[in-house]
């Protein structure tokens, strides 16, 4: 069966650091790039982040280039995000993705993650 | 990177079909996008990813119940004999050099 079980997450002060995972099965993880997508209380889905399969490239949204640091490891068939300098914006459910291939879109989610940042 | 632009809400009756559409912004016409949907305190779900030809593809074990089509830049996600299951959100998702981009999302009512 092809999964993404999430963990991490949790209440954090702002300017505080977190790192969310998200482990793969069922799929060849190695070929896959894989991405961070968030949803605020109440609002859409917006995309945050994507590593090609090699972990050669990076990509993120303007809203969090330099706080968010996106890594995986293959060998472990598991994607990372690093999140520093939180912002009470960025509280949402975080949610790991798989795409086709390298620069494909989605089509398996992982559960989510909630990440409250509040003081 | 394109704009992708849904209504906020639509609503069928038990039985009916019901007919989404997802608009590409100027430029990006050719583009395939995705469709997902969320139910209420859910992940997200992908049903099927559709080509500007009008060509899709159904997630496994997605019901052919849904269905997509094109016609210019609108991208179409047709759901036929809705179920009271099927009251969710929907998401249209495009992409473009490992770049992604979501609709606003249009909330699906079962009457």
């Known amino acids: 069966e092809v999964q993404l079980v999430q963990s991490g997450g949790g209440l954090v002060q702002p300017g505080g650091s977190l790192r969310l995972s998200c482990v793969a099965s069922?799929?060849?993880?190695?070929?896959?790039?894989m991405s961070w997508v968030r949803q605020a209380p109440g609002k859409g889905l917006e995309w945050v982040s994507t590593?090609?399969?090699?972990?050669?490239?990076?990509y993120y949204a303007d809203s969090v280039r330099g706080r968010f640091t996106v890594s995986r490891d293959n060998s472990k068939t598991t994607l990372f995000v690093e999140i520093n300098s939180l912002r009470t914006e960025d509280t949402a459910i975080y949610y790991c993705?798989?795409?086709?291939?390298?620069?494909?879109?989605?089509?398996?989610w992982g559960q989510g993650t909630m990440v409250t940042v509040s003081s | 990177q394109p704009v992708l632009t849904q209504s906020s809400s639509a609503s069928a009756s038990l039985g009916s079909s019901v007919k989404l559409t997802c608009t590409l912004s100027?430029?990006?016409?050719?583009?395939?996008i995705a469709w997902h949907q969320q139910k209420s305190g859910k992940a997200p779900q992908f049903l099927l990813q559709?080509?500007?030809?009008?060509?899709?593809h159904l997630g496994t074990g997605v019901p052919n119940r849904f269905s997509g089509s094109s016609s210019g830049s609108d991208r179409h996600l047709t759901i036929s004999n809705v179920q009271s299951e099927d009251e969710a959100d929907y998401y249209c998702?495009?992409?473009?050099?490992?770049?992604?981009?979501f609709g606003g999302g249009t909330k699906v009512t079962v009457l």
């Open positions: 559709l080509e500007d030809s009008g060509r899709y």
């Open positions: 100027s430029g990006h016409s050719t583009y395939t």
């Open positions: 998702e495009a992409w473009d050099s490992n770049i992604h981009v």
């Open positions: 069922g799929f060849t993880f190695r070929t896959s790039a």
């Open positions: 993705a798989k795409s086709g291939s390298d620069e494909d879109g989605f089509d398996i």
């Open positions: 590593i090609t399969g090699r972990g050669t490239g990076t």
